[in-house]
Each structure stands twice: as structure tokens, then as C-alpha cells.
């Protein structure tokens, strides 16, 4: 039988590329980094997070700030889940890359009133359950007679009605912010333009003008 030349000078038949041959190590290392990177960026199948989260109750083990809690479910890697409130944005913290902001440690203070140790049931959005960094969205109920945590920060004045994204209470929690305006409850007794995150002076720009659509 004919032996094919490239068998005959005893050297290896590869299919790898060079560079994979001569660092077999960082190969594997980059494939394992694109396979964790598309794991976590890729988005969750909605119908497998309303099965296991939705209308269902948990205990808040953790308060991150005003708007984003941990909840005792296990997911991943993780012992808990990360939770953030649909349609409410609160003031950011010292802990936040953004910096402290007007207003941010009161919010975190009230929403760990609220819930902090709790037991909280858990109501998904029928369309959306994941936001861009992968935390679950929700809108999150908590004491007897049940109240939504979401709703009791934009009416007690201790953060924003997001209209950067639709959602189902929308409306109703801008009509909330504005009565806490109206009665300058919370943040809005003192707030000033400077003072608001960015997406909202642009959004509060753009209502005096009302010359473009709103701004996201």
C-alpha cells in the first residue's frame, strides 16, 4: 500500500492552527472565556424564569440599594438571585461605579425597611424577565396586607418613575411620582436638575421643550 508523503517524513499531522499547536494552554483558556462569556450574556428563556420565580415567595437576604435586592434562590454559581425592581430607578449609592448620589442612602434605607430578611413574593412581567446585565425584573410585594415594594418608592418620594422602558404599571407609576411631586414627599423636597441621574435631566429637558421624542 502507498503510504501518503505527508505520513513519510515522520513528522505530526496536525488540523490545529499554528498558533493553537505552539500554546495549547491559551487556546483552551480563550475557549473556556467565549463559552462563560455567552453563557452569561445570553438571554434566559423567559418561560423557564416565570416557572420558577413568578407569584412565588422568597426571603430578601441582601438590600444592594434602592432598587436592587437578593433573594434566597440559588442561580448558577450564585447562592442567591439578583433581583431588579421593574419600572422604579433610585439614586445611586457610595457602592455604585456612578458614585453617591442625592438622595441614594435614604432609598437604600427605606427599601431595607421594607424587605431586608423578608419574605417577598415575586411577580414577573409577562414579556420581559431579564435585564441587560441578567438581573430578574419584578415587581416585588412584601408585608400584610401584601403592598408592591416598586410602588411604595415612587410614592413616598424615594425615587423615579423609569419611563426609559415600557412595562405594565408605567403609567400608573408616573401618575404616583407625580402626586409625591405635587406633595414634595422624599427626594422631590429638595431636588434639584443637577442632582438627578443623567437619563433624567435629559428626560426632564426634553419635557419643558417637548420638541423631539423623549429621550431614552
Given at each position: 500500500m502507498r503510504i501518503p508523503n505527508r505520513y513519510r517524513s515522520g513528522r505530526r499531522f496536525d488540523l490545529w492552527p499554528p498558533l493553537w499547536r505552539r500554546r495549547p494552554l491559551t487556546a483552551v483558556a480563550v475557549i473556556v472565556l467565549v463559552v462563560l462569556a455567552l453563557a452569561y450574556r445570553w438571554p434566559r428563556p423567559v418561560g423557564g424564569d416565570h416557572d420558577r420565580y413568578h407569584n412565588r415567595l422568597f426571603r430578601c437576604v441582601y438590600v444592594v440599594d434602592g432598587d436592587t435586592i437578593d433573594v434566597d434562590a440559588p442561580e448558577r454559581a450564585r447562592r442567591t438571585t439578583r433581583i431588579r425592581l421593574w419600572g422604579v430607578d433610585t439614586p445611586e449609592t457610595a457602592k455604585s461605579p456612578q458614585g453617591e448620589m442625592y438622595f441614594g442612602p435614604e432609598a437604600s434605607a427605606f427599601t431595607k425597611s421594607c424587605v431586608d430578611g423578608a419574605e417577598v413574593r415575586l411577580v414577573l412581567a409577562p414579556d420581559q424577565s431579564r435585564d441587560k446585565y441578567g438581573r430578574l425584573l419584578a415587581y416585588v410585594y412584601f408585608g400584610d396586607p401584601p403592598r408592591m415594594l416598586n410602588e411604595e418608592i415612587v410614592s413616598q418620594g424615594y425615587g423615579y418613575a423609569d419611563?426609559?422602558?415600557?412595562?405594565?404599571?408605567?403609567?400608573?407609576?408616573?401618575?404616583?411620582?407625580?402626586?409625591?411631586?405635587?406633595?414634595?414627599?422624599?427626594?422631590?423636597?429638595?431636588l434639584k436638575l443637577e442632582q438627578m441621574p443623567p437619563w433624567r435631566q435629559r428626560y426632564e429637558t426634553w419635557k419643558s421643550s417637548k420638541t423631539q421624542p423623549a429621550p431614552n
Open positions: 419611563t426609559r422602558f415600557p412595562h405594565v404599571w408605567r403609567e400608573r407609576f408616573m401618575q404616583l411620582e407625580e402626586r409625591a411631586r405635587k406633595k414634595r414627599a422624599g427626594l422631590w423636597a429638595g
